[in-house]
């Protein structure tokens, strides 16, 4: 019986409240989401902001995978997320960051890009992300880096997490001249504000309370 209760309860939602379903399910959907706008990205040769824009950079310039590389540039932000955004944030990102970086070693196996244009890869796998990204903010977790700080920054000053994570989007983006071309950076660019853009317009919290 008591197993019986603690089942119904993980599958249990309310109007205020995600069920331990609706967290796994928003997790798996948004690191899918984000893995597949990052092969998109990948495929043009493009690069984005946040942690997965410093990912990007270490893949192009040293070789090594953009799963390992998303891995290893998250760690040292979750010291952050447990003292600002609690135990509960931070076991939720990480779970997050670890199955996007495996999914990115796994995923390109079964799907082949051989061709995306820059602009067309810019636009879809911006929104693509975002919307990986929104699935990941209403379930109280992020990818990692840059969004922490940025849904710490909204919830301690009010400012729009889209809008901040812009902001820190463009020095990373800056660093890219040493690895890609101005072309390149400029489609890269406009994946990142189409990303950040579709964060900024749907992410509200006085609009979704949701815990």
């Not at 109007?15 to 796994?24: K, M, Q, V, W």
């Not at 998303?70 to 960051?97: C, D, E, M, S, W």
């Not at 990818?143 to 994570?165: D, M, T």
């Amino acid at each position: 019986m008591a197993a019986r209760t603690a089942f119904a309860g993980a599958l249990n939602s309310s109007a205020d409240r995600h069920s331990l379903f609706d967290d796994a399910q928003g997790l798996v959907a948004g690191s899918m989401l984000a893995v597949l706008g990052v092969s998109l990205l990948s495929g043009a040769g493009l690069l984005t902001g946040g942690t997965a824009g410093m990912a990007f950079l270490l893949h192009y310039a040293t070789g090594w995978s953009f799963g390992l590389c998303f891995f290893a540039v998250n760690l040292p932000f979750y010291y952050l997320a447990f003292r600002r955004l609690g135990p509960a944030f931070t076991v939720k990102t990480f779970a997050a960051i670890a199955l996007t970086s495996a999914l990115s070693e796994i995923v390109p196996r079964f799907i082949s890009l051989s061709h995306v244009d820059p602009m067309v890869g810019a636009l879809f796998g911006g929104l693509v992300i975002g919307a990986g990204m929104l699935a990941l903010f209403r379930h109280r977790a992020s990818l990692g880096g840059v969004g922490i700080l940025a849904l710490y920054i909204q919830e301690r000053f009010g400012w729009r997490a889209g809008l901040v994570q812009l902001g820190f989007d463009g020095v990373i983006l800056a660093l890219s001249f040493f690895v890609a071309s101005p072309f390149i950076i400029a489609c890269s660019v406009l994946g990142a504000v189409v990303l950040n853009l579709t964060l900024a317009i749907n992410h509200r919290k006085d609009r979704y309370i949701a815990m």
